[in-house]
């Protein structure tokens, strides 16, 4: 979408319905942001009126959001004026605007609390008359410039009643001073009184007769505030449920019906960071205490750090203590499995916490006063779970919600309230490029979901701050807008060299070259068809290396992972070597956790495992979990992970067809043939080149002979050791007789000693 296609969505007809301040507004303000922007810049087919009620519109959402008026409101007034100051709805907001700045003066004054007796000594009443009079005289300062028009309307009607309220009080209050500075009875304390609660009562009809938009901020319920959660739809239907189930039965406890076999209040709320866990453990607080079920709606939020002591019995007094200040609300315990480690040792408390809290919830004098959620990562918590009885027979199946990751669309909405609370918005570009910084950010299970999302947008702040200034008379919309620019720094730091031309530059490997750049052009073609809706063919990414050592494996590997993220198929195009010692651990159930770990470490790149067929040692041996594990994950990940086995050819087609899930998931094969004599001349000049060294033409043909002759084990490893001595024993040749041409100059004596040292014969 362009930055002009949001004007489409403007319609005259329905800026011009929206006349009056109680009906919804037909366009949110993101919308309406967007669109005036290209206003701005001159972008657009609209009359001058209904520009007018656009940024009417805007003025009226900012005010929904703020409550009380700001000098953007204004701002965003005065330019719906200069368009068109006679359409109805910009005058009823003008109206409105100025009596709800009024309210929020008003709102300055504690009436509530304002109250005089016949029993007060007259010092305290003066005191009290004195301070009401100054508080009084500060309300119709600040309100004193306020303008305001004709208008037959509730509102008007109230504000008057109000304003003649406030003019019996003084003048209420000035009479009781004077009796009391002439020492007389009589003061009026209770037409005082009485006028202070009329007060109150018309404040009250006062605000209840704003548009319903600026008078929503009464207690929300906790099911409307789940409501407005973006995503997150199965947990919502399930709360829904949880809540008419509790409403339920406590209808039923009040007409005389006993429930033995409740389920309780506890809950277990799992998910990968920022899916709302503490969000969602907040409102169940809300539920519970709407219902009754607790005295209040408090939340104590701890973790390991606050339960756990250094000494015996310091971790039973800290839960107790935890528990207390819980006591009527919710006990909120973040990444609960933490309190028991793997590797736990006689020193770690953790058990302690457990054995307490589980006898808090049960017995004694805390059960059944306060609730529990543990929170964190699901299979950590499962496993947590399971190994722990005590604590798992408490939390019924039913009490336990997994919150799922957002959705890429989701996350932008996201990002975008985000920005829009913090007062900035994204261009429909900048909005595109942060979904695509999003996607690349969401490779594996540490991903932060809408904790990243806000990280990012606070980022892409600080690059528009950090460039910019403001100035007196700096369009507003300026210092609002998140362009593509502004994103463009949060982006990877992308390597200057193209992974095309290294692939070009690499000695030989012209079949491998070929075929890698078949796979890169059908990668990128299946893309374009995919960004345009065609249907696309499956992308195998997976690959076999075969080759003797030194063919270059795994320099392609690095090339391949780079190509891939170039083409938009890898989210970080990154390298990971591995081999068994890697992925194979020497105990039963470790090696699995082993393999994982090294594959989460790959995800969103390239995971290359030299020498794999070393994986397969046996039936009974453990690298065959590693490979049924692996088989696993690279399903599980899909398109996140690309895998390449390396190692000699033979060896790694027996291993390939040893097993069913690995030769159904590698259909891409790469032969890398040993170099000709020829390319190992050129990968040793290259070498010599790359320090600065020359060899002489007799050297030349000597290596020339020898590769032509022998057959090379390691091919260009070879080289690499071969160059490495030859330069060893130029040195020692030339100790004694250093010259400027004898220094950079290998000759033959040096690459034949340098051969019988690295070849052996």
């Known amino acids: 979408m362009t930055n002009y296609a949001i004007l489409s969505k403007i319609k005259e007809k329905q800026v011009l319905a929206w006349d009056d301040l109680d009906k919804v507004a037909p366009y949110k303000e993101l919308d309406l942001l967007r669109a005036l922007d290209q206003i701005e810049k001159g972008e657009h087919h609209l009359t001058e009126t ?38 109805p709805v910009y005058q009823s907001l003008v109206t409105v605007k100025n009596y709800l700045s009024i309210y929020f003066h008003l709102q300055q004054i504690d009436f509530h609390t304002w109250s005089i007796r ?126 008419s189930y509790l409403k339920y039965q406590q209808d039923r406890k009040k007409i005389g019906f006993q429930m033995i076999d409740d389920p309780g209040l506890h809950m277990i709320i799992t998910g990968n960071p920022g899916t709302g866990k503490t969000t969602i453990s907040r409102l169940l607080a809300d539920i519970y205490h709407e219902l009754g079920l607790l005295e209040s709606n408090r939340v104590i939020e701890v973790n390991r750090s606050h339960l756990i002591g250094s000494y015996v019995g310091q971790s039973e007094e800290n839960t107790i203590n935890y528990i207390k200040q819980a006591v009527g609300g919710v006990l909120f315990i973040d990444e609960a499995y933490s309190l028991r480690r793997q590797d736990q040792s006689g020193n770690d408390y953790g058990q302690a916490v457990i054995d307490t809290l589980v006898s808090a919830m049960t017995s004694g004098e805390y059960a059944n006063k306060f609730a529990v959620i543990l929170a964190g990562y699901p299979e950590e918590t499962r496993q947590f779970l399971w190994s722990n009885p005590g604590l798992r027979s408490r939390f019924p199946d039913q009490n336990m919600m997994e919150l799922p990751d957002f959705e890429i ?68 919309l300026e210092h609002m807008r998140i362009e593509s620019k502004d994103l463009a720094v949060l982006d990877d730091a992308k390597d200057s060299t193209d992974p095309m031309y290294q ?10 070259k070929e075929e890698v750049k078949k796979l890169s052009s059908f990668v990128k073609i299946q893309q374009q068809r995919k960004a345009q809706g065609y249907p696309t063919v499956p992308i195998q990414l997976h690959a076999v290396f075969s080759g003797h050592p030194g063919t270059g494996k795994t320099t392609v590997a690095k090339i391949y992972s780079r190509l891939l993220k170039e083409c938009g198929l890898l989210k970080r195009g990154h390298f990971i070597l591995a081999s068994r010692s890697d992925l194979v651990a020497g105990y039963v159930g470790q090696t699995a956790i082993k393999t994982k770990q090294k594959i989460r470490e790959a995800l969103g790149g390239v995971l290359f495992i030299d020498e794999a067929y070393a994986l397969f040692r046996g039936e009974n041996d453990f690298g065959k979990e590693a490979i049924d594990t692996l088989v696993d994950e ?34 891409k094969y790469f032969t890398f043939l040993d170099y000709t004599a020829e390319e190992l001349i050129e990968i040793t000049l290259y070498h010599i080149e790359r320090y600065h060294y020359s060899l002489d033409e007799a050297a030349k043909d000597y290596l020339l002979q020898q590769f032509s002759r022998q057959s090379i084990k390691g091919n260009a490893r070879f080289v690499v050791n071969l160059v490495e001595e030859a330069i060893q024993f130029q040195a020692l040749r030339i100790d004694q007789q250093v010259n400027e041409q004898e220094f950079v100059r290998i000759n033959k004596e040096d690459v034949t000693k340098a051969w019988l040292a690295v070849k052996g014969d």
């Open 50 to 87: 209904a520009i007018s009620g656009l940024y009417t519109m805007l003025a009226f959402q900012r005010l929904v959001r703020h409550k009380n008026s700001d000098e953007l409101v204004d701002v965003l007034l005065d330019k719906a004026a200069t368009y068109d100051d006679t359409v």
């Open 409 to 476: 669309n989701e996350l932008v909405q996201i990002a975008e309230n985000n920005a829009l609370q913090n007062d900035y918005y994204f261009t429909e570009t900048a909005r595109n490029s942060l979904s695509g910084l999003i996607e690349r950010a969401k490779v594996d299970d540490t991903f932060g979901n809408a904790r990243t999302v806000r990280d990012l947008v606070m980022k892409a702040i600080f690059s528009k701050g950090a460039s910019e200034t403001v100035g007196a008379n700096d369009n507003w």
């Open 118 to 243: 016949e029993t007060d000594f007259d010092s305290a009443k003066r005191n009290k008359l004195t301070d009401w009079q100054s508080q009084i005289e500060s309300y119709h300062d600040a309100t004193r410039s306020i303008r305001l028009k004709k208008k037959e309307s509730k509102l008007e009607t109230i504000y008057f009643q109000l304003k003649d309220a406030l003019l019996v009080l003084e003048e209420e209050m000035e009479t009781a001073l004077k009796l009391i500075e002439a020492k007389r009875t009589g003061v009026p304390t209770k037409e005082i009184n009485k006028t202070i609660q009329a007060i109150v009562k018309l404040q009250h009809e006062f605000y209840e007769n704003f548009p319903k938009a600026l008078n929503a901020d009464v207690q929300r319920s906790p099911l409307d505030q789940l409501e407005d959660m973006i995503g997150l739809e199965e947990i919502k239907q399930y709360l829904k449920q949880y809540y």
């Open 634 to 667: 690279m399903t599980k990940h899909n398109e996140n992970l690309v895998v390449i086995l390396a190692g000699y050819q033979q060896e790694m087609e027996r291993f390939i067809q040893s097993n069913p899930g690995l030769s159904s998931r590698f259909k």
């Open 503 to 512: 692939l070009d530059q690499l000695i030989g490997l012209k079949n491998i």
